[in-house]
C-alpha cells in the first residue's frame, strides 16, 4: 500500500510559478506510476500529468504542456510538479494518485490519493 502527501500549494499571481510536491510512504513506490490531477469547483477531477516508475515517460494534458513538468526522486520518494505561467484557469485542487506499473488518464484506475492541495492564481 502508498500513502500520499501533497504538499506546496497556495495562492500566486497569473504568470508565476508553483511548485507542487507529492510525499510518498511504502516500501513499494519505486513500482508505482504517479499522476496529478485537478478538481475545479464545480467540475469533475481531470488528469493533469503522469510519471512512469523509472521518470523516462511523462505524460500531459494538452492544458499543461508546455508549462507544467513532472518530475519524482525515487530516492526521496517524492513526485513533483513544476506549474510555470499559470493562468486563473489552473485554480483547482490538485491530487496526486498512484497506481502499479503504467500512467493511465482516467481517475478511477488509481486506487491510492492524496488528500490535495490548493492552487489559486489570481488574475
Known amino acids: 500500500q502508498v500513502q500520499l502527501v501533497e504538499s506546496g500549494g497556495g495562492l500566486v499571481q497569473a504568470g508565476g510559478s508553483l511548485r507542487l510536491s507529492c510525499a510518498a510512504s511504502?516500501?513499494?513506490?519505486?513500482?508505482?506510476?504517479v499522476s496529478w490531477f485537478r478538481q475545479a469547483p464545480g467540475k469533475g477531477r481531470e488528469f493533469v500529468a503522469g510519471?512512469?516508475?523509472?521518470?523516462?515517460?511523462?505524460y500531459y494534458a494538452d492544458s499543461a504542456k508546455g508549462r507544467f513538468t513532472i518530475s519524482r526522486d525515487n530516492a526521496k520518494n517524492t513526485v513533483y510538479l513544476q506549474m510555470n505561467s499559470l493562468k486563473p484557469e489552473d485554480t483547482a485542487v490538485y491530487y496526486c494518485?498512484?497506481?502499479?506499473?503504467?500512467?493511465?488518464?482516467?481517475?478511477?484506475?488509481?486506487?491510492?490519493w492524496g488528500q490535495g492541495t490548493q492552487v489559486t492564481v489570481s488574475s
Open positions: 510519471i512512469s516508475r523509472t521518470g523516462g515517460t511523462p
Open positions: 494518485a498512484a497506481r502499479p506499473l503504467a500512467v493511465r488518464t482516467g481517475e478511477r484506475e488509481y486506487d491510492y
Open positions: 511504502g516500501r513499494t513506490f519505486s513500482t508505482y506510476a
